[in-house]
T-cell receptor, first 109, second 114 residues
Framework: GIQVEQSPPDLILQEGANSTLRCNFS?????LQWFHQNPWGQLINLFY???GTKQNGRLSATTVATERYSLLYISSSQTTDSGVYFC???????????FGPGTRLSVLP | EAQVTQNPRYLITVTGKKLTVTCSQN?????MSWYRQDPGLGLRQIYY???????DKGDVPEGYKVSRKEKRNFPLILESPSPNQTSLYFC?????????????FGPGTRLTVL
């Protein structure tokens, strides 16, 4: 099956800073998505982004499917952005949904 | 309100005592899935279902069973739980369609097997 890498594994930011999170896939992937898990464990879908660029407020994401990577941009970070960010997708062989290991973000006041 | 519900939210049990974690969604989603989350391993898919009576194994199906008799429900069954199944479990469902589109997650079930 596909392997998913995320970088960096951990990130500490001061409130107001910008950041870029990266997700690499070992093979072509469908239905690429980004999720945020808040400190209380709740998982929220941020973007469904199989290709191209999308923006939602201070967050935006870009997927370059031909090069098998996706980026999540967080601008003007806030303490409520803290948590773990996961990317995930479906391999070409079925409907098995694979998650990356996550990037743990801590935004300090 | 559109949501995915799981019950129970917390469960402590002993080795070998059969248990069921329920999952229900009210969005008419066809695709449903179970994941477990462990420190350092992220989320791993246990089983998924494309539609009623259609289920398939994910990455870590050993020790688990599922059934999909109704579209809205997708229970996870541990016939003989073992300590290595101590984990945080999530159920998820997707928009109408057989592919795992934007997924909605339940609140999670924290299971401890002694």
């Amino acid at each position: 099956g596909i392997q998913v890498e995320q970088s960096p594994p951990d990130l500490i930011l001061q409130e107001g800073a910008n950041s870029t999170l990266r997700c690499n896939f070992s093979d072509s992937v469908n239905n690429l998505q980004w999720f945020h898990q808040n400190p209380w464990g709740q998982l929220i879908n941020l973007f469904y982004i199989p290709s191209g660029t999308k923006q939602n407020g201070r967050l935006s994401a870009t997927t370059v499917a031909t090069e098998r990577y996706s980026l999540l941009y967080i601008s003007s970070s806030q303490t409520t952005d803290s948590g773990v960010y996961f990317c995930a997708g479906v391999d070409n062989y079925g409907q098995n949904f694979v998650f990356g290991p996550g990037t743990r973000l801590s935004v300090l006041p | 309100e559109a949501q995915v519900t799981q019950n129970p939210r917390y469960l402590i049990t002993v080795t070998g005592k059969k248990l069921t974690v329920t999952c229900s969604q009210n969005m008419n989603h066809e695709y449903m899935s179970w994941y477990r989350q462990d420190p350092g391993l992220g989320l791993r898919q246990i089983y998924y279902s494309m539609n009623v009576e259609v289920t398939d194994k994910g990455d870590v199906p050993e020790g688990y069973k599922v059934s999909r008799k109704e579209k809205r429900n997708f229970p996870l069954i541990l016939e003989s739980p073992s300590p290595n199944q101590t984990s945080l479990y999530f159920c998820a469902s997707s928009f109408p369609g057989s592919r795992p589109d934007t997924q909605y997650f339940g609140p999670g079930t924290r299971l401890t097997v002694l």
